[in-house]
């Protein structure tokens, strides 16, 4: 085993752990539950505001209110 200087192990234990807490604070942020669904909530209100998603959307809503009044009608 090579003679290293304590003061050179000291600072390289130092760095590593520093690097394990910046990997665990970074770990516990991508896994927060809070995030997660603020992210997925942001990719579907972005999703839902193309415009070929919200004219499909109005095609939707429009032909199931359609589908209602005649369902009402015929009672």
Do not use: H
Not at 28 to 51: C, H, L, M, S
Request: charged share 30%.
């Amino acid at each position: 085993m090579a003679d290293r200087d304590p003061d050179t192990i000291k600072q390289e234990i130092d760095q590593a752990r520093e690097q394990l807490a910046s990997t665990v604070d970074s770990l516990a942020e991508r896994a927060n539950p809070r995030r997660i669904a603020d992210d997925a909530k942001a990719r579907a209100i972005a999703f839902v505001k193309k415009p070929a998603v919200a004219v499909s959307l109005a095609g939707i809503a429009a032909l199931a209110a359609v589908l209602v009044v005649r369902r009402v009608r015929n009672r």
